[in-house]
């Protein structure tokens, strides 16, 4: 059994991996949902996008519901207080995928092409908002959130949907916007042939300019905004106790991470290098190992925010020695140990279970194919 300290770290890091499973897996459906109305230009080649994620969308789904539990059970002052703080970002998010599942089933039972193109827009909206709004979300925890704490621990959100919409946290989404639709280019890339695999490739090549252009600049800009640091002496295998700490913000100390372990630097270089390296294998039509690279990319990007933010989760900004860390935010030593051990058995079996799902509907998805199965395709 592992220590109370450890177990705390080790959930740190499969939150982390949950997050960027999400990203890797439900990402590409969300990036070929965004770039559905812009290569394909007539139905059928609409078609043709559409069914390259149609048979795994909905079980790549398990990412983001596992990392939402996960983050429930393991962190439930964080779930509290992000879902109540950012409470209309959440619903956002709710209401654009509600488009995925019935624009999946609907689109293509009517042969109506205002009916068509209606369920298309809405698959792009389903692939396009969720990401952009997540970014946003990852940009208002760099600068902090306003939240507090009374004396019953019952946090406090004092902030408006409207200030969650700041210009950097506006970049930050954009980032996490185009990181997805790079992550959806090389997976359509890969499915795909012809005209539609061309303009895929344009765009992803696009996209990656742009999350790189995008990632650096927010690095940048970081350097300017106050982090956090704890300045008080902490216990990390003590109960939970957010208010036990005093916190003080300062310039650079997002950075302070990085100064200590100068290997943390391959991150942001991963993610950096692995996008350009997508953009190029794509263009040389190395199209799996461009999806590789691109997942590197989004492991880098992810990673990234998680190395410059430990041990913060949720800072506050309100009131800095309510900041959630990994720490005190935590549910208790046997809560952890147990979702562990369940982590440890079911973990294998959905990783397992994917790899021959998408091995036994492998290949490219053409024309051909969904005129052949004009009532069986999506």
């Known amino acids: 059994m592992f220590d109370y300290e450890t177990l705390k770290i080790v959930w740190w890091l499969l939150v982390g991996v949950l997050l960027i499973g999400f990203a890797i897996m439900d990402g590409h459906d969300m990036g070929v949902g965004t770039l559905l109305p812009f290569v394909g230009r007539s139905d059928i080649e609409r078609r043709v996008v559409i069914n390259t994620v149609g048979p795994h969308w909905d079980g790549n789904q398990v990412w983001f519901i596992t990392g939402g539990g996960a983050i429930f059970a393991a962190w439930p002052l964080v779930y509290a207080t992000a879902f109540s703080g950012f409470y209309w970002a959440m619903l956002a998010v709710l209401w654009a995928l509600f488009f995925r599942p019935v624009g999946f089933d609907y689109r293509s039972k009517i042969h109506n092409a205002t009916w068509r193109s209606t369920w298309d827009w809405g698959l792009f909206v389903g692939g396009f908002v969720p990401p952009v709004i997540f970014g946003v979300a990852f940009g208002n ?11 019953y621990l019952i946090s406090t959100y004092t902030g408006t949907f409207w200030q969650l919409l700041n210009p950097f946290a506006l970049l930050a989404g954009g980032v996490s916007s185009a990181m997805i639709t790079l992550q959806g280019a090389t997976y359509l890339a890969h499915r795909t042939e012809g005209v539609v695999q061309a303009r895929t490739i344009k765009a992803g090549t696009g996209a990656a300019l742009l999350m790189v252009l995008g990632f650096i600049g927010a690095g940048v800009w970081l ?8 300045s008080s002496v902490v216990d990390p295998a003590a109960l939970p106790n957010p208010m036990g700490k005093t916190v003080v913000r300062e310039a650079g100390a997002w950075m302070a991470n990085y100064a200590a372990q100068p290997l943390l ?21 190395h199209t799996l190992t461009a999806f590789v690279a ?8 992810i990673g990234t925010a998680g190395a ?9 900004s309100s009131q800095p020695a309510a900041s959630l860390t990994v720490w005190d935010s935590v549910s208790s030593h046997l809560t952890l140990a147990i979702m562990f051990w369940a982590t440890v058995l079911f973990m294998p079996l959905i990783v397992l279970y994917t790899s021959w799902a998408y091995r036994v509907m492998r290949g490219k998805v053409t024309a051909a194919y969904i005129r052949e199965n004009e009532h069986g395709a999506y």
């Open 141 to 151: 925890l760099l600068q902090g959130v306003p939240f507090q704490f009374d004396a």
């Open 223 to 230: 350097q300017g905004i106050d982090g956090f640091r704890i």
């Open 265 to 285: 630097w391959l991150l942001p270089v991963i993610g950096v290098l692995g996008a350009l390296a997508a953009a190029v294998l794509m263009r040389l039509g």
């Open 294 to 301: 691109s997942s590197l990319a989004t492991t880098g990007v």
């Open 308 to 316: 410059s933010m430990f041990p913060f989760i949720m800072p506050s």
